[in-house]
């Protein structure tokens, strides 16, 4: 089983759509929870951490579901320049070690 | 806003050459990893640096590789031979004094092995 699933889409929307993209992780044990953007041949950028209790960032909202291993992402009121493949982003929680495990990206496009 | 840095944007070398590829994490950041991407696949973990010494490694991360912070500002990957494989993007990435604290990304360095 894949340490992080993702929808790879392609999801396309028109401007102002809400659109929601969801992710899942196997490792029950996992302690850091990301969601990153990455635009075409450019390094991921960190778009917000999830946390339990769920998080709001403007237009973004962000939730996890430990007991589904399930994290989502809600964009209200797109914008063109949301237009990215956004990459769920979990950690191995290991004693004195973060490395991540990156899901293989959801891409969307806000069509004019 | 702090950021981290990578030089060179883009290297091209040929198989079995040895590469040399740098980062400038922020420069408060304690922890310190780099991270590949082959072109249309998802970004894998190589190895993370914390306190002068190698945390954690994947399996990528062979003899081949090594990683040193030789002066306290940079963090570098060497790769001794490199194959036609090790042809990615490669990602350096660091985070504050908190293990679990966000990492932050370098813009990378595309590595063409020829």
């Known amino acids: 089983r894949k340490e992080v699933e993702q929808d790879p889409g392609p999801f396309n929307v028109p401007e102002g759509a809400t659109v929601a993209f969801n992710c899942t992780y196997s490792n029950s044990a996992s302690q850091s929870f990301f969601w990153y953007r990455q635009d075409c041949r450019k390094e991921p950028k960190l778009l917000m951490s999830?946390?339990?209790s769920g998080n709001e960032d403007g237009r973004f909202t962000a939730q996890l579901n430990r007991a589904s291993q399930y994290i989502s992402l809600l964009i209200r009121d797109s914008k063109l320049s949301d237009s990215a493949t956004y990459l769920c982003v979990v950690n191995k929680a290991r004693t004195g070690a973060n490395n991540l495990f990156f899901g293989t990206g959801t891409r969307l496009t806000v069509i004019p | 806003e702090p950021e981290v840095t990578q030089t060179p944007s883009h290297q091209v070398t040929q198989m079995g050459q040895e590469v040399i590829l740098r980062c400038v994490p922020i420069?408060?950041?304690?922890?310190f990893y780099w991270y590949r991407q082959i072109l249309g696949q998802k970004v894998e973990f190589l190895v993370s640096?914390?306190?002068?010494?190698?945390?954690?490694k994947s399996e990528i991360f062979d003899d081949q590789f090594s990683v040193e912070r030789p002066d306290g500002s940079n963090f570098t990957l060497k790769i001794r031979s490199t194959k036609l494989e090790d042809s990615a993007m490669y990602f350096c990435a660091s985070s504050g004094r908190d293990l679990w604290a966000e990492q932050f990304f370098g813009p990378g360095t595309r590595l063409t092995v020829l």
């Open positions: 420069s408060n950041h304690l922890y």
């Open positions: 640096f914390y306190n002068n010494e190698i945390s954690e």
């Open positions: 999830v946390y339990s």
